[in-house]
Protein backbone atom coordinates (compact mmCIF):
# COMPACT_ATOMS: atom_id res chain seq x y z
CA UNK A 1 0.00 0.00 0.00
CA UNK A 2 1.33 3.39 -1.02
CA UNK A 3 1.64 6.30 1.39
CA UNK A 4 1.58 9.89 1.03
CA UNK A 5 4.11 12.47 2.74
CA UNK A 6 3.21 14.49 4.59
CA UNK A 7 -0.13 12.62 5.52
CA UNK A 8 -2.94 14.96 3.91
CA UNK A 9 -4.62 14.44 6.69
CA UNK A 10 -2.28 15.39 9.43
CA UNK A 11 -1.65 18.34 7.87
CA UNK A 12 -4.91 19.44 9.04
CA UNK A 13 -4.21 18.86 12.76
CA UNK A 14 -3.53 21.72 15.40
CA UNK A 15 -1.54 19.27 17.75
CA UNK A 16 0.29 21.44 20.60
CA UNK A 17 -0.61 24.74 18.75
CA UNK A 18 -2.44 28.01 20.76
CA UNK A 19 -5.07 29.68 18.76
CA UNK A 20 -6.42 33.21 19.81
CA UNK A 21 -10.39 33.82 18.47
CA UNK A 22 -11.72 36.95 18.65
CA UNK A 23 -15.50 37.02 19.13
CA UNK A 24 -15.90 33.75 19.97
CA UNK A 25 -18.93 34.14 22.67
CA UNK A 26 -21.54 33.50 19.60
CA UNK A 27 -22.06 32.59 15.88
CA UNK A 28 -19.34 31.67 13.86
CA UNK A 29 -16.65 32.90 16.31
CA UNK A 30 -17.56 29.96 19.03
CA UNK A 31 -17.94 27.79 16.16
CA UNK A 32 -14.35 28.58 15.63
CA UNK A 33 -13.23 27.83 18.69
CA UNK A 34 -14.71 24.37 18.70
CA UNK A 35 -13.22 23.60 15.33
CA UNK A 36 -9.84 24.49 16.36
CA UNK A 37 -10.28 22.69 19.90
CA UNK A 38 -11.49 19.88 18.19
CA UNK A 39 -8.03 19.69 15.84
CA UNK A 40 -6.18 20.09 18.91
CA UNK A 41 -5.39 23.51 19.69
CA UNK A 42 -5.82 25.15 23.12
CA UNK A 43 -7.84 27.53 22.25
CA UNK A 44 -7.87 31.21 23.97
CA UNK A 45 -11.37 32.89 23.36
CA UNK A 46 -12.11 36.20 23.46
CA UNK A 47 -14.98 38.89 23.66
CA UNK A 48 -16.64 40.90 25.48
CA UNK A 49 -19.34 39.16 27.69
CA UNK A 50 -17.32 36.75 29.54
CA UNK A 51 -20.76 34.28 30.76
CA UNK A 52 -21.05 33.57 27.16
CA UNK A 53 -17.36 32.93 26.79
CA UNK A 54 -17.64 30.56 29.66
CA UNK A 55 -20.74 28.53 28.31
CA UNK A 56 -18.44 28.26 25.27
CA UNK A 57 -15.54 27.27 27.18
CA UNK A 58 -17.44 24.78 29.37
CA UNK A 59 -17.46 22.60 26.24
CA UNK A 60 -13.99 23.08 25.64
CA UNK A 61 -11.75 21.49 28.06
CA UNK A 62 -9.07 23.18 28.52
CA UNK A 63 -9.50 26.49 26.85
CA UNK A 64 -9.14 29.74 28.63
CA UNK A 65 -11.56 32.95 28.39
CA UNK A 66 -9.80 36.32 28.36
CA UNK A 67 -12.54 38.77 28.39
CA UNK A 68 -11.43 41.56 26.09
CA UNK A 69 -13.28 45.25 24.34
CA UNK A 70 -11.67 45.25 20.98
CA UNK A 71 -12.51 48.98 20.92
CA UNK A 72 -9.97 49.84 23.70
CA UNK A 73 -6.15 49.34 22.38
CA UNK A 74 -5.61 49.09 26.12
CA UNK A 75 -7.33 45.77 26.24
CA UNK A 76 -6.32 44.31 23.16
CA UNK A 77 -2.92 44.52 24.58
CA UNK A 78 -3.55 43.24 27.21
CA UNK A 79 -4.84 40.57 25.57
CA UNK A 80 -1.61 39.20 23.99
CA UNK A 81 -0.05 39.86 26.99
CA UNK A 82 -2.01 37.36 29.08
CA UNK A 83 -2.01 34.89 26.30
CA UNK A 84 1.54 35.10 25.90
CA UNK A 85 1.53 34.61 29.74
CA UNK A 86 -0.72 31.74 30.23
CA UNK A 87 0.07 29.83 27.00
CA UNK A 88 3.67 30.84 26.23
CA UNK A 89 2.95 31.60 22.72
CA UNK A 90 0.59 32.32 19.64
CA UNK A 91 0.34 30.26 17.28
CA UNK A 92 -2.63 31.14 15.40
CA UNK A 93 -4.85 34.31 15.66
CA UNK A 94 -8.21 34.37 14.24
CA UNK A 95 -9.52 37.84 13.67
CA UNK A 96 -13.30 37.05 13.48
CA UNK A 97 -14.91 39.80 16.24
CA UNK A 98 -17.11 42.34 14.07
CA UNK A 99 -19.96 44.58 13.61
CA UNK A 100 -21.76 47.11 10.91
CA UNK A 101 -24.38 49.02 10.17
CA UNK A 102 -27.08 48.86 8.08
CA UNK A 103 -28.31 52.28 6.79
CA UNK A 104 -27.96 54.59 3.98
CA UNK A 105 -24.95 56.64 3.59
CA UNK A 106 -26.86 59.87 4.16
CA UNK A 107 -27.81 58.97 7.88
CA UNK A 108 -24.82 57.29 8.81
CA UNK A 109 -23.10 59.10 11.21
CA UNK A 110 -19.31 59.97 11.46
CA UNK A 111 -19.30 57.93 14.71
CA UNK A 112 -20.62 54.93 13.55
CA UNK A 113 -18.10 54.67 10.40
CA UNK A 114 -15.66 55.18 13.41
CA UNK A 115 -16.64 52.75 15.31
CA UNK A 116 -16.82 49.95 12.29
CA UNK A 117 -13.64 50.57 11.50
CA UNK A 118 -12.09 50.61 14.51
CA UNK A 119 -13.23 46.44 15.59
CA UNK A 120 -13.41 45.33 11.93
CA UNK A 121 -10.28 47.09 10.57
CA UNK A 122 -7.89 48.73 13.51
CA UNK A 123 -8.39 46.17 15.98
CA UNK A 124 -7.43 43.42 13.36
CA UNK A 125 -4.07 45.38 12.51
CA UNK A 126 -3.55 45.86 16.21
CA UNK A 127 -4.00 42.35 16.85
CA UNK A 128 -2.06 41.21 13.88
CA UNK A 129 0.82 43.79 14.65
CA UNK A 130 1.23 42.16 18.64
CA UNK A 131 0.69 38.56 17.57
CA UNK A 132 2.94 38.67 14.66
CA UNK A 133 5.81 40.09 16.87
CA UNK A 134 5.27 36.79 19.04
CA UNK A 135 5.08 34.36 15.39
CA UNK A 136 8.13 36.38 13.93
CA UNK A 137 10.13 35.87 17.08
CA UNK A 138 8.99 31.84 16.77
CA UNK A 139 9.62 31.62 12.93
CA UNK A 140 6.14 30.63 12.46
CA UNK A 141 2.52 31.62 12.71
CA UNK A 142 -0.65 31.30 10.69
CA UNK A 143 -3.07 34.66 10.71
CA UNK A 144 -6.64 34.40 9.60
CA UNK A 145 -8.48 37.53 9.09
CA UNK A 146 -11.79 37.22 9.06
CA UNK A 147 -13.12 39.49 6.42
CA UNK A 148 -16.32 39.30 4.16
CA UNK A 149 -17.25 38.37 0.62
CA UNK A 150 -18.87 42.29 0.76
CA UNK A 151 -14.70 43.50 0.98
CA UNK A 152 -14.86 42.31 -2.67
CA UNK A 153 -18.51 43.54 -3.84
CA UNK A 154 -20.65 45.52 -2.55
CA UNK A 155 -23.84 45.53 -0.42
CA UNK A 156 -26.69 47.20 -1.79
CA UNK A 157 -29.58 46.76 -1.47
CA UNK A 158 -28.42 45.95 1.82
CA UNK A 159 -27.03 49.32 2.62
CA UNK A 160 -23.84 49.04 4.38
CA UNK A 161 -21.32 51.56 3.50
CA UNK A 162 -19.24 51.27 6.61
CA UNK A 163 -19.25 47.65 6.56
CA UNK A 164 -17.86 47.26 3.18
CA UNK A 165 -14.71 49.57 3.72
CA UNK A 166 -13.85 47.70 7.02
CA UNK A 167 -13.71 44.50 5.33
CA UNK A 168 -12.48 45.56 1.93
CA UNK A 169 -9.26 47.14 4.21
CA UNK A 170 -8.84 44.12 6.20
CA UNK A 171 -8.14 42.17 2.60
CA UNK A 172 -5.65 44.83 1.57
CA UNK A 173 -4.06 44.47 5.06
CA UNK A 174 -3.91 40.97 5.03
CA UNK A 175 -1.86 41.05 1.39
CA UNK A 176 0.13 43.72 2.86
CA UNK A 177 1.08 41.96 6.32
CA UNK A 178 1.68 38.55 4.31
CA UNK A 179 4.35 40.02 2.23
CA UNK A 180 6.02 41.57 5.08
CA UNK A 181 6.26 38.58 7.41
CA UNK A 182 6.71 36.25 4.15
CA UNK A 183 10.16 35.49 4.86
CA UNK A 184 9.27 34.95 8.92
CA UNK A 185 7.50 32.21 8.66
CA UNK A 186 4.65 33.48 9.58
CA UNK A 187 1.41 33.49 6.86
CA UNK A 188 -1.55 35.97 6.94
CA UNK A 189 -5.01 35.49 4.81
CA UNK A 190 -8.42 36.41 4.95
CA UNK A 191 -11.36 33.95 5.06
CA UNK A 192 -14.47 35.84 3.14
CA UNK A 193 -18.04 34.33 3.89
CA UNK A 194 -20.94 34.88 2.80
CA UNK A 195 -24.46 35.41 3.56
CA UNK A 196 -24.68 32.87 6.78
CA UNK A 197 -26.76 33.28 9.67
CA UNK A 198 -24.74 35.36 12.34
CA UNK A 199 -26.08 38.10 15.28
CA UNK A 200 -25.51 40.63 12.46
CA UNK A 201 -27.70 38.42 10.00
CA UNK A 202 -30.32 37.59 12.50
CA UNK A 203 -33.77 37.36 10.86
CA UNK A 204 -32.69 36.59 7.24
CA UNK A 205 -33.49 32.76 7.54
CA UNK A 206 -37.26 33.72 8.68
CA UNK A 207 -37.79 36.83 6.90
CA UNK A 208 -39.77 36.32 3.34
CA UNK A 209 -38.61 39.39 1.75
CA UNK A 210 -34.54 38.43 2.81
CA UNK A 211 -35.43 35.03 1.77
CA UNK A 212 -36.53 35.81 -1.67
CA UNK A 213 -33.30 38.11 -2.13
CA UNK A 214 -30.97 35.40 -1.46
CA UNK A 215 -32.91 32.89 -3.97
CA UNK A 216 -32.92 35.39 -6.54
CA UNK A 217 -29.32 36.66 -6.49
CA UNK A 218 -27.60 33.52 -4.86
CA UNK A 219 -26.26 30.73 -7.65
CA UNK A 220 -26.55 28.18 -4.69
CA UNK A 221 -30.02 30.03 -3.20
CA UNK A 222 -29.72 30.19 0.63
CA UNK A 223 -27.70 31.12 3.71
CA UNK A 224 -24.25 29.35 4.59
CA UNK A 225 -24.72 26.95 7.27
CA UNK A 226 -22.13 27.76 10.25
CA UNK A 227 -20.15 23.74 9.14
CA UNK A 228 -19.67 24.99 6.05
CA UNK A 229 -16.83 27.00 7.05
CA UNK A 230 -15.21 24.58 9.40
CA UNK A 231 -12.76 23.10 6.52
CA UNK A 232 -11.73 26.64 5.00
CA UNK A 233 -10.64 27.76 8.13
CA UNK A 234 -8.90 24.36 9.20
CA UNK A 235 -6.96 24.61 5.95
CA UNK A 236 -5.57 28.43 6.50
CA UNK A 237 -4.97 27.62 10.39
CA UNK A 238 -2.99 24.92 10.05
CA UNK A 239 -0.04 23.44 7.73
CA UNK A 240 -2.60 22.05 5.04
CA UNK A 241 -1.91 26.11 3.65
CA UNK A 242 1.66 25.86 4.54
CA UNK A 243 2.54 27.54 0.60
CA UNK A 244 -0.62 30.04 1.06
CA UNK A 245 -0.14 33.58 2.20
CA UNK A 246 -1.89 37.05 1.24
CA UNK A 247 -5.19 35.39 -0.48
CA UNK A 248 -8.58 35.54 0.58
CA UNK A 249 -10.80 32.56 0.48
CA UNK A 250 -14.41 33.09 -0.39
CA UNK A 251 -17.12 31.01 0.78
CA UNK A 252 -20.12 32.77 -0.79
CA UNK A 253 -22.17 29.69 -2.72
CA UNK A 254 -21.00 31.41 -5.74
CA UNK A 255 -21.98 35.09 -4.84
CA UNK A 256 -19.48 36.98 -6.03
CA UNK A 257 -18.86 34.86 -9.55
CA UNK A 258 -21.48 36.38 -10.60
Same mark, same amino acid.
Given at each position: ???????? &??????????????G???? @? +????????????AT #????????? *?L?????E???????P?? %??? $?? /???? @??????? /??????? %? #??????????? #??K???????????I???A #??????????????N??? $?IV??? $??? +?? &????? &?? /?A? =?C? $???????L? *?????? !?????V???????? !??L??????????????? =???????????????? @?D???????????????????V??????? *?
Amino acid at each position: MSSLTPDP &VQQFRLDNKVALVTGASSG @L +GARFAKVLHAAGAT #VVITARRKD *RLDGVAAELPGAIVIPCD %LAD $SV /QREN @LITQTIA /QCGRIDV %L #VNNAGLGHTLG #VEKETLEQFREVMEINTTA #VWHLAKLSGFHMVQNGSG $SIVNVA $SML +GL &VGSTP &VK /QAN =YCA $SKGAVISLT *RELALQ !WARKGVRVNALCPG !WFLTEMTAGMDTDEGSQR =YIAQNSPMPRLGEEHE @LDGALLFLASNASSFMTGQELVIDGGWTA *R
